[in-house]
Nanobody, 115 residues
Framework: QVQLVQSGGGLVQPGGSLRLSCAASGSIFSINGMAWYRQAPGKQRELVVTITSGGYTNYVDSVKGRFTISRDNAKNTVYLQMNSLKPEDTAVYYC?????????WGQGTLVTVSS
């Protein structure tokens, strides 16, 4: 079993920055690939970015050049650095991991971009 615990989120002005964290515990050696999703109010959940154990990343077009995913294996943590935030980035953000062929989710954290 593996658990994902998120931190970060909050209110930020347009053009501002925020960093989300997702710490994994349990059978972390079975994780191969992690991702960030988001769900805006009244919208379906959207895949934002993925990262493999080898460090390969893939971003949705709307965040390219603004968001960066990274991993700290020593801390068993994945991050999402969000820069140049826009109101349309407002959503609940979820981290996700592939664990033994199953999908494991963090609890979600709200990011609100507003002036």
């Amino acid at each position: 079993q593996v658990q994902l615990v998120q931190s970060g989120g909050g209110l930020v002005q347009p053009g501002g920055s925020l960093r989300l964290s997702c710490a994994a515990s349990g059978s972390i050696f079975s994780i191969n690939g992690m991702a960030w999703y988001r769900q805006a109010p009244g919208k379906q959940r959207e895949l934002v970015v993925t990262i493999t154990s080898g460090g390969y990343t893939n971003y949705v077009d709307s965040v390219k050049g603004r968001f960066t995913i990274s991993r700290d294996n020593a801390k068993n943590t994945v991050y999402l650095q969000m820069n140049s935030l826009k109101p349309e980035d407002t959503a609940v953000y979820y981290c996700n991991a592939n664990w033994r062929g199953l999908e494991v989710w963090g609890q979600g954290t709200l990011v609100t971009v507003s002036s």
